[in-house]
């Protein structure tokens, strides 16, 4: 069963300083990874899709790198803004579903 | 742009009862999911569908819950007996193309069983 890990659980930092979040996952046998934004109380949304044969991804101020290999991917948010506030997933694709970590919960101080 | 729709926005039902959630998927996409959220943990699969039948389901997703493809465009979730343990945000996604596609989320549905 795939376990995924994000580290830190949450983390606060001031506008403008580049933001760096973690995730590992138990089981390298997957397709892709995809970076998603969670508001509270909202849905998700789709910030990123990296593939297993990629290293990055980047859109606009976000860059995702993965290492299938080792089991980690990291989101890079450059010049964070307090609209980057929210919580953010990471989820791994491998038998037919997405498997979830429980966020890094993100707050953007003005 | 197009986007995954869900509802009700929110069902609040007594144990026992019979729920059924709606989704009408991105209109061109071909594989379908549903996941659920309990307050405060993590999002969990529950099941996968692809042309017309269940590809992948997890051990959440029991004898109790079904879903179905009525009409070409909706995608329902019903769940025939609530137990309180079944409030939670349940969520609808779709991808197009392949499995490996990217999967697009809707609002969610807060299902709240008293």
């Known amino acids: 069963k795939q376990e995924v890990t994000q580290i830190p659980a949450a983390l606060s930092v001031p506008e403008g300083e580049n933001l760096v979040l973690n995730c590992s996952f138990t089981?390298?046998?997957?397709?892709?990874l995809q970076w998603f934004r969670q508001d509270p109380g909202k849905g998700l949304t789709s910030l990123l899709l990296i593939q297993s044969s990629q290293r990055e991804q980047t859109s606009g101020r976000l860059n995702a790198s993965l290492d299938k290999s080792s089991g980690r991917s990291t989101l890079y948010i450059a010049a964070s803004q307090p609209g980057d506030s929210a919580t953010y997933l990471c989820?791994?694709?491998?038998?037919?579903?997405?498997?979830f970590g429980k966020g890094n919960q993100v707050v953007v101080i003005p | 742009e197009p986007e995954v729709t869900q509802t009700p926005s929110h069902q609040v039902t007594q144990m026992g009862q019979e729920v059924i959630l709606r989704c009408v998927p991105i209109s061109n996409h071909l594989y379908f999911y549903w996941y659920r959220q309990i307050l405060g943990q993590k999002v969990e699969f529950l099941v996968s569908?692809?042309?017309?039948?269940?590809?992948?389901k997890s051990e959440i997703f029991d004898d109790q819950f079904s879903v179905e493809r009525p009409d070409g465009s909706n995608f329902t979730l019903k769940i025939r007996s609530t137990k309180l343990e079944d409030s939670a945000m349940y969520f609808c996604a779709s991808s197009g193309g392949t499995r490996e596609s990217t999967q697009y989320f809707g609002p969610g549905t807060r299902l709240t069983v008293l």
């Open positions: 569908f692809y042309n017309n039948e269940i590809s992948e």
């Open positions: 089981d390298s046998a997957i397709y892709n």
């Open positions: 989820a791994p694709y491998g038998n037919n579903r997405l498997a």
